[in-house]
């Protein structure tokens, strides 16, 4: 297996260390998701590294859940806002699991009720089979997401937020996004060239805030685009997903 090593990532490192999805420092998805952690680590936000003979294979952040960006309530818990290993096959060998360790140790420390996540058998969230392995328990489901919880204790449950009475504010062509995921903000020029090419007038809205996340009208909650109050994609996609959904479902 290696020498394994976990890093801790904060504020002092982060210049040296980065995050494992994006490491091109001129990349501008790069630089946004940079100032995104380093104003989220003033809310508690934590990083663990995973390295292997020193170089980083794998990677998970977390925030108090008052400060998810998820549509979420889980305070007084540790939210796992995303867990990554470079290859599938280094699940297998218990990576990602010592990665979730990690983070429950953290938790209980901190005298925390327990760690809970949002996960999804489609695009772009860690699925469940790794979380159930690893104690948690499916609490609650909507759509394609299930919301997943370590309780240490009895306590009060985490639960979703269902914000979708919000979609009627959204009129015409909508993107909601953040720079939580570096991939966001980098495709948004590529988006937005898209729709004027398209002679369609795309609206763009920043998520900037952990309480705009949470009322966001999607489960995803970190980018969601959408028409005239529906729903055509709750996750990232790229340029080419964006104008197959505009030249055959929209336009």
Wanted: proline residues 3%; contains cysteine.
């Amino acid at each position: 297996m290696g020498n394994i090593e976990i890093i801790e990532v904060d504020e002092t490192n982060l210049s040296k260390y980065g995050f494992l999805c994006n490491t091109n420092k001129k990349h501008p998805g790069y630089q946004a998701k940079f100032a995104w952690l380093t104003e989220q680590f003033k809310n508690g936000l934590i990083i663990r590294l995973l390295q292997v003979d020193g170089k980083t294979q794998g990677y998970i952040e977390a925030i108090p859940g008052e400060f998810a960006w998820r549509p979420i309530e889980a305070k007084g818990y540790m939210f796992i806002q995303c867990i990554y290993t470079k290859a599938k096959k280094l699940r297998q060998l218990g990576y990602a699991s010592k990665l979730l360790k990690e983070i429950e140790e953290y938790a209980q420390e901190k005298g925390m009720k327990g760690v809970v996540t949002v996960t999804s058998e489609g695009s772009w969230l860690a699925g469940k089979s790794i979380f159930i392995k690893n104690s948690f328990k499916e609490i609650e489901s909507y759509d394609r997401f299930n919301l997943m919880v370590h309780q240490f204790h009895k306590n009060s449950l985490p639960k979703f937020k269902i914000n979708e009475e919000m979609l009627i504010n959204y009129k015409g062509l909508n993107i909601i996004y953040s720079a939580q995921c570096p991939y966001n903000v980098s495709v948004l020029p590529d988006l937005q060239k898209t729709a004027d090419d398209l002679n369609l007038s795309l609206t763009l809205h920043e998520i900037k805030t952990p309480e705009m996340a949470q009322q966001v009208p999607s489960l995803y909650g970190t980018f969601v685009l959408i028409h005239n109050g529906k729903i055509f994609a709750d996750h990232y996609i790229s340029k080419t997903r964006f104008r197959n959904i505009l030249t055959k479902e929209i336009k």
